[in-house]
C-alpha cells in the first residue's frame, strides 16, 4: 500500500478557507483534552498578515491530519506566548523588542495532529516541527519562541528548541493539570540528521519529495512552499 501525505506551507491570510479549517481542528483537539483557554487558540491570528501556517494533509484522503504555526513578532500584535504569561505577570515584550535589534523574532504555536496510526508512524509531530524550522529560515527568523507542556518536551528537544534560562521553572498552563515551559529555538542551527539534511534540500528547493518505508507500507512524503515568493531571500545553510 502506498500512501501520500504533503506538508504544505503557507502566509494565513492568503488562504483563509485552508486557515480557518486548521484552526477549527485545533479547537477540536483542545476541547478533547478539556482545554478551553489556551491563547494560541485564539481565532485573531486568521487576520494577522504575521502568521504563517503548516499543515500536512492524507492526499489519498483529502484529510488534514496535523498543522502547526509561526507568528513573527512585530510591533503591533502580541505573540500568544506574551498573552499567555501575562496571566502570571511577565511581561516578555522588552526582551522580544531587544531581540528584534538583532533580527527577525517569531514564535511556533498552534501544533496539533489527530490520533490516527499514521500520524504516530511517520511521527508527524516531528515532521512538522522540522519544515517549522525550514520555513524560519525561509523568513529569517533567528530567534524563535515555544511554550510546551511537559509531555511534549522530547519532541521539542529532538528538533532543536531547549529550556529557557530566564524562566527555570515552569508555569501551570493552560490549567493546573499542565507544567508548561517557555522554550526557545534557533531556527538557522539545524542538527545533522537525516530529517534535517532532507530541509537543508528544502531550503534551496521547495518541492521536496521522498519516499519513507513504514511497516512494510510506502509512504510518500512531499513538502511544498505556497506564495512564498515574497519572502527575503532563503539564508544559505552553514555547518
Not at 510546551?148 to 515552569?170: A, M, V, W
Amino acid at each position: 500500500m502506498i500512501s501520500s501525505i504533503k506538508l504544505i506551507a503557507f502566509k494565513a491570510v492568503d488562504n483563509l478557507e485552508i486557515a480557518q479549517h486548521i484552526y477549527d481542528e485545533h479547537k477540536k483537539r483542545l476541547a478533547e483534552f478539556n482545554i478551553t483557554t489556551i491563547t494560541s487558540s485564539c481565532a485573531s491570528w486568521l487576520t494577522n498578515p504575521s502568521v504563517y501556517c503548516i499543515y500536512a494533509i492524507d492526499e489519498d484522503r483529502n484529510k488534514i491530519l496535523g498543522a502547526i504555526r509561526i507568528h513573527l513578532a512585530d510591533p503591533f500584535n502580541c505573540l500568544p506566548i506574551e498573552d499567555a504569561l501575562s496571566q502570571f505577570n511577565v511581561n516578555l515584550r522588552p526582551g522580544i523588542n531587544k531581540l528584534m535589534q538583532n533580527g527577525m523574532v517569531a514564535e511556533s504555536c498552534g501544533l496539533w495532529c489527530t490520533g490516527e496510526n499514521i500520524v504516530k508512524k511517520i511521527n508527524l509531530s516531528t515532521k512538522l516541527f522540522s519544515f517549522e524550522t525550514a520555513i524560519c529560515r525561509y523568513l529569517n527568523v533567528q530567534y524563535c519562541f515555544g511554550f510546551g507542556p511537559s509531555h511534549n518536551l522530547d519532541i521539542c528537544f529532538k528538533t532543536g528548541f531547549r529550556k529557557h534560562e530566564q524562566f527555570p521553572y515552569p508555569f501551570s498552563y493552560p490549567n493546573e493539570k499542565y507544567q508548561s515551559w517557555v522554550l526557545y529555538k534557533n531556527p538557522i542551527s539545524l542538527k545533522d540528521d537525516k530529517e534535517d539534511a532532507k530541509l537543508r534540500i528544502l531550503i534551496n528547493d521547495p518541492h521536496l519529495v521522498y519516499r519513507s518505508e513504514v511497516d512494510n507500507n510506502s509512504i510518500i512524503i512531499k513538502y511544498e512552499l505556497l506564495n512564498f515568493d515574497h519572502c527575503l531571500d532563503p539564508v544559505e545553510y552553514q555547518k
